[in-house]
């Protein structure tokens, strides 16, 4: 159970509330282009339309989250899916660096999954590999952008990326997340620090740190 205390007013009563009226704003004003995306990701990419993925959340709780699907289901000849590289289209492509395949996300933001601002939420199987401090990331809501999101997005090392998480867990402010969203504006904009698949350099957070765990364990 977390032990996390709000840093201040706006966290403990106004940040959930500026959730809800932002995502439920953002789902009717914008609900032509959530019909328009799901109508071109229908017809390039196939159904279902929407990808769910469960991760953790809040006090490590478990939630689905919803993205517009990116990816073909091509599979080789012995029915095997082929990796995520060779299924990513240009189009899927294109809705990941404009951020629209996130769009769905308002959903989990509305339901109280996630927040606007927040650690990003990373895989189920990464729950293992983190430091104590690390976890701490978990005190609070993922988001669908976050202070590390803002500081590199996916091009800084894996050590970097979680400290910035605790840092913002530990300090959420009002102008802070004010700030955060409009670097993510200008960032998804600009299409700067994005990087995708097998081009990540850091990889898969459980993939690092076992290699980290092996390389130490030969030492000993």
Known sequence: MSRHQPHGVYERFFKRPLDIIG???ILILFSWLYAVVALFVRIKLGSPVLFTQERPGKDERIFKLYKFRTMTDARDANGALLSD???LTTFGRL???SSLDELPEMLNILKGDMSFVGPRPLLVSYLPWYTEEERRRHDVRPGLTGYAQVHGRNTSPWNERLAYDVQYADRITFWGDIKILLLTVVKTIKRSDVLMGSQ???GRLDDSRRKEYEC?????
Do not use: C, E, T, V
């Open 200 to 202: 990540i350099p850091a």
């Open 85 to 87: 590289d060779l299924r």
């Open 216 to 220: 130490n364990a030969s030492k000993i």
């Open 23 to 25: 995502s439920l704003l």
């Open 95 to 97: 809705l990941r660096k």
